[in-house]
């Protein structure tokens, strides 16, 4: 039901968008995040967005380099990516959760996207 794609091969400094489609219910009242698992690490907090008032929340790494946003009616929610350093490549998944407790935890989301890969390149 969430769909995400954007991923790809891109050098120090790039820039990448991430969207994350949603299909088979209306996900405009559900509070949607990005998350994301380098080799033998954990997942990892990346960003949300909360459906009420669209509020945003960033890890601190990717803090001013990263922007979330999403399009209600075009069930989407996407990840602009810039600055890119060699530390954000892993797979990058999308979540959602009509009410997370806390938007930075992955169990607090009910739904997953299959990830999609980013690699950035010194």
């Known amino acids: 039901q969430l769909q995400a794609s954007g991923g790809g091969l891109v050098q120090v400094g790039g820039s990448l968008r991430l969207s994350c489609a949603a299909s088979g219910r209306t996900f405009s009242s559900y509070a949607m995040g990005w998350f994301r698992q380098a080799p033998e690490k954990e997942r990892e907090f990346v960003a949300s967005?909360?459906?009420?008032?669209?509020?945003?929340y960033y890890a601190d790494s990717v803090k001013g380099r990263f922007a979330i946003s999403r399009d209600n009616a075009k069930n989407t929610v996407y990840l602009q990516m810039n600055s890119l350093k060699p530390e954000d490549t892993a797979v990058y998944y999308c979540a959602a959760d009509p009410s997370p407790i806390d938007h930075r935890l992955a169990f607090e989301y009910d739904y997953w996207g299959q990830g999609t890969q980013v690699t950035v390149s010194s």
């Open positions: 967005i909360s459906w009420i008032g669209g509020r945003t």
